[in-house]
């Protein structure tokens, strides 16, 4: 019975051996220039970080180890969590899977302060809040912060990183799910179901009827798309320069959480499915192309972004909106909601390219990409399954990007990327130096 941690111990002396050959071949050369647009523009093109959990590249999205995430379409989150980790995709019943889960049901529960922590929150705190703050609280159980403590060889860091890992997403799904059980009055909380998979425990603890089968379908789903993006996104970005101070994953991922409750990341899911349904309801009913026109000229001339459409890095539809898609044709094509994030998706590209221009006219930049991202489609099919909370999609987002975060920092702990320091410049210094 091989475990996650028995093949990492094989691979990352490759790892380090890779490591060490690229800095002795390419270490002096030039990797990226920096403009000064580039510095004002939120750092973005610029090549500054190593990520090989996953790579976006803009005409094909995410692809994860060397897979494009429409090829690897069917993973559970358990193959998906081990494919970025080592780069392997096991199979279900692969002894590597199977001790994942095992150590998943060992370590599930949650500690009772968590739940009294939560529980002394403010009522109408944002779900978010409340994730990162139960992540933030179980801080004291980290066996990173005990070994390092006591005294760690650097060689050794990812271990207990590992150790972390795991013991934060076993907890994650029954955290997210005493959320939304207390946030919204649903009752008593639902324990983990020992031998149930991890996506399908989430949807179990939810809550919420089931009787296909299909939501726990789509959790599995949902779980998988937005497991990562490869190592410059805010939430990425931000775990990884905490964890570069070899702040334990507790204080990593929580803050890596608090930058993807931002509307202009993580935060658009719940934004999305608000646009969408305020459309219908202005509407009275679902929308025509005309009116769905009409109303995202009217968000953006009020100075909005339309949530779910646009992107950093990509210049296509996300794949994971096709994939999203592609799940609502075949299981609830007769919804309206659905279809009227479909109908969305014919009409506001071109409406982003007629603003597009017409910013360019007005001296402003142009909007780099017309079409939708994650977040665009993904809530309506919460929504058909009773999951009607929006403010808490992102909750679910975070479960999954939780995996991403993770994996990347058990790599860099492996391969020792050293802590986090750009060189920042004033204004002024820019006027006198930058010729
Ligand atoms: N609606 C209106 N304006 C937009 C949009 C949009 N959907 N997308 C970009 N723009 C604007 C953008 O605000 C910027 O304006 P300004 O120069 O006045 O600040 C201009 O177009 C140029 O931005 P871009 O270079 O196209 O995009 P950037 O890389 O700066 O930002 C996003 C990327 C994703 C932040 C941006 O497209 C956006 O705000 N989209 C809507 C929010 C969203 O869907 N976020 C989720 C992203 C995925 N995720 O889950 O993290
Ligand atoms: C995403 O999942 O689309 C992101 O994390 C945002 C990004 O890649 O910039």
């Not at 692969?94 to 095992?102: C, G, L, M, R, W």
């Not at 997210?176 to 020992?194: E, F, H, M, Q």
């Not at 539809?317 to 094509?333: E, S, V």
């Amino acid at each position: 019975m091989a475990t996650l941690q028995e093949k990492l111990q094989e691979l990352i002396p490759q790892w380090r051996a890779e490591r060490s050959k690229i800095l002795k071949e390419y270490g002096s050369k030039e990797l990226s220039k920096a403009t000064v647009a580039m510095a004002f523009g939120g750092m973005r093109g610029i090549k500054g970080m190593i990520c090989d959990t996953s790579v976006v590249e803009p005409d094909k999205g995410l692809i994860i180890r060397g897979n494009p995430l429409l090829d690897v379409m069917d993973l559970w989150p358990e193959q998906t969590f081990c494919l970025l980790l080592t780069g392997t995709i096991f199979d279900l019943d692969d002894s590597v899977i199977k001790n994942f889960q095992t150590e998943m049901d060992r370590r599930s529960q949650l500690p009772q302060y968590v739940y009294d922590v939560l529980e002394s929150m403010p009522h109408d705190s944002h779900p978010m809040c409340m994730l990162d703050t139960g992540i933030l609280v179980m801080e004291k159980e980290s066996t990173f912060r005990q070994a390092y403590t006591k005294g760690m060889q650097k060689a050794d860091y990812w271990i207990p990183t590992l150790d972390d890992a795991m013991d934060i997403l076993a907890k994650l799904p029954s955290l997210a799910a005493a959320v939304y059980r207390l946030r919204y009055n649903k009752g008593d909380y639902i324990n983990w179901t020992p031998g149930l998979d991890w996506g399908a425990n989430y949807a179990n603890m939810l809550g919420l009827a089931d009787s296909t089968g299909n939501f726990a379908k789509l959790m599995r789903l949902y779980l998988h798309f937005h497991c990562d993006h490869e190592g410059g996104n805010v939430s990425a970005n931000t775990c990884h320069t905490v964890g570069s101070a070899l702040s334990d994953p507790y204080y990593a991922v929580s803050a890596g959480l608090n930058g993807l409750a931002g509307p202009l990341h993580g935060l658009a899911n719940q934004e999305c499915l608000g646009w969408v349904l305020e459309t219908i309801e202005k509407f009275g009913g679902a929308p025509t192309e005309e009116q769905i026109e009409k109303m995202a000229f009217e968000t953006l001339r009020s100075g909005k972004v339309i949530p779910g459409y646009g992107h950093a890095v990509l210049r296509v539809t996300d794949p994971r909106f096709t994939g999203f898609n592609k799940f609502g044709k075949q299981y609830l094509a007769d919804d309206p909601v659905f279809q009227t994030v479909d109908r969305v998706f014919n009409v506001v590209p071109k409406v982003l390219e007629k603003f597009s221009k017409e910013r360019v006219a007005a001296g402003k930049n142009p909007i780099a990409n017309f079409w939708p991202n994650v977040d665009a489609g993904s809530g309506a099919l919460l929504y058909h399954y009773g999951l009607e909370e929006f403010e808490y999609y992102t909750v679910l987002f975070s479960v999954s990007r939780a995996m991403g975060m993770l994996s990347q920092l058990v790599w860099n702990r492996a391969v020792g990327t050293a802590i986090t320091r750009p060189k920042s410049v004033s204004m002024e210094w820019i006027t006198r130096n930058v010729k």
